[in-house]
């Protein structure tokens, strides 16, 4: 079952350590510029609290997702 968890109900310092694993996982593409882990955590963070994207957790492989909404 796929769960949406609304980032706001999330720790500041854990919601920064998920976008993070997020944005340094292998085949995550952000075009022709180079961007620091940093930038790449706040654009992530942005999209996120603009709706644009959200968080969602899987309970049968016990694993969260950042996903395009």
């Not at 995550?28 to 510029?33: A, E, I, L, Q, R």
């Not at 882990?37 to 492989?61: F, H, M, N, P, W």
Request: hydrophobic share 30%; glycine share 6%; net charge negative.
């Amino acid at each position: 079952m796929i769960m949406d968890i609304p980032w706001q109900q999330i720790q500041t310092d854990t919601l920064r350590r998920l976008i993070e694993s997020f944005v340094t996982r292998e085949g995550t593409d952000y075009g022709h510029k180079d961007y620091s882990i940093g930038e790449k955590v706040d654009q992530v963070l942005k999209q996120i609290q603009r709706g644009e994207a959200k968080i969602t957790y899987d309970s049968d492989t016990e694993s969260c997702n950042i996903i395009s909404t």
